[in-house]
């Protein structure tokens, strides 16, 4: 079960779509495969657990769409948006055609295919970062490699084999990864048969990326929180501009087993190693304006205010049973100077599959999924409220991007 709640989703060939429509819809902007946002949404089975994923772009980001324009995406990885490539790995699980697909915009403004990569079979492909336009690496999960591959000719390179970091009794898995200094940053997660991790301590794989090899791994055990990174959220390791300093979001046990929690650390600019005087536990905050404890941050996004947003569980909040579709999300604020965490108020808590954090235009969009809307509300910067909802979605919403 608890794999399932990490990867986001197993893929099952039956689906339901869950329509969200009403009369009271704004007047919809046609959905076109031309368009400024990228937008994933998840449509799964009564179990909660299995389903297809859908992405497509749209022009802006209010009023409602369907799926009758989108792609099919691997189920459990969101699309990545790095600059003008948009590239689409395969299903998490290994339940679709193992390849890689590279997407641009053309002129104007569709989404066209330039090229195409075979992958191994069950890879747990999940995160790419670009070191330079014909330098790229993938993290592969299931086989505890990063492939360093050219973006612009869809070619392999090399393996950089990481399993040799792996702690006893558990594998490596290579998860979401930065690019800083020519230094590839790789989280590492660490877990038992039960996708549980064993030690409380936090890793990280440094790679050269102009030689192509492992240059050491650091670790963190002072703060106690382990798995570094979620490797299907793509910005839960990221390098903030105000201080060069990179962040990563540790997922701990996923709330599942006492005393592995997950949180926030730091590692400053120009260093190679965790910085030993700054983290953030997660399930011992304080939460203002809030009454329950949370157990991690699912998703994180940097706002350019600054500000750390997130949407992060809180188990207490729904005990119905069915892990998939309990109503356990909810928005946060992260002060990452104060390390405070403020909860943002005026949605309902939405389930684990509409996770979805970004911003334009100077409003941060949430993912939301609950008994009233599937889709994207928007928390305004300036007022540091919530507006309302943006766009209505079909399927629970997982990801926006901005696209160039």
Request: aromatic share 8%; net charge neutral.
């Amino acid at each position: 079960m608890f794999k399932h709640l990490f990867s986001g989703l197993t893929f099952a060939l039956a689906l339901v779509a869950i329509s969200s429509c009403d009369n009271d819809t704004p007047n919809n902007p046609t959905p076109s495969a031309a368009g400024s946002f990228l937008i994933t949404t998840n449509v799964v089975n009564a179990d909660g657990a299995s389903g297809v994923s859908y992405f497509q772009s749209v022009a802006k980001m209010e009023g409602s769409i369907d799926n009758s324009q989108a792609r099919p995406a691997g189920m459990g990885v969101p699309p990545l948006v790095i600059g003008h490539h948009i590239f689409v790995l395969p299903d998490y699980m290994g339940s679709t055609k193992s390849v890689l697909t590279h997407y641009v915009k053309d002129n104007n403004g569709h989404l066209v295919e330039r090229g195409t990569l075979a992958l191994p079979a069950n890879s747990g492909a999940s995160n790419i970062v670009l070191a330079s336009e014909d330098k790229a690496y993938l993290s592969m999960q299931n086989l505890g490699i990063v492939m360093e591959f050219n973006p612009t000719t869809m070619q392999k390179v090399r393996d950089i084999d990481l399993n040799a970091l792996a702690q006893p009794e558990v594998r490596v898995a290579p998860g979401a990864m930065v690019v800083r200094d020519g230094l590839l940053f790789v989280g590492l997660n660490q877990f038992d048969s039960q996708w549980m991790p064993h030690l409380k301590q936090a890793e990280v794989a440094i790679i050269d990326t102009k030689a192509g090899k492992l240059l050491k791994k650091i670790v963190e055990a002072k703060h106690q929180l382990s798995f570094a990174t979620r490797p299907i959220d793509a910005h839960s390791i990221f390098v903030n501009p105000k201080d060069g300093a990179i962040y990563l979001n540790c997922m701990g046990s996923f709330g599942f087993k006492p005393g592995f929690d997950g949180g926030i650390l730091r590692i400053k600019k120009g260093e190679t190693e965790f910085d030993a005087d700054y983290a953030l536990n997660i399930a011992q905050a304080k939460v203002e304006n809030f009454n329950h404890t949370l157990n991690y941050l699912g998703t994180v996004r940097l706002g350019s205010d600054g500000k750390l947003y997130a949407m992060a569980a809180s188990y207490e909040l729904d005990a119905s049973g069915n892990p998939y579709l309990a109503k356990v999300m909810v928005p946060v604020c992260i002060d990452l100077e104060k390390r405070t965490v403020t909860y943002i108020p005026g949605v309902k808590p939405s389930n684990g599959h509409a996770v979805a954090v970004s911003e334009a235009n100077r409003k941060i969009y949430f993912g939301v999924s609950n008994a009233d809307d599937n889709g994207f509300y928007a928390y305004d910067l300036a007022t540091k409220k919530i507006t309302g909802l943006a766009l209505r979605v079909q399927g629970f919403p997982t990801q926006m991007e901005v696209l160039p």
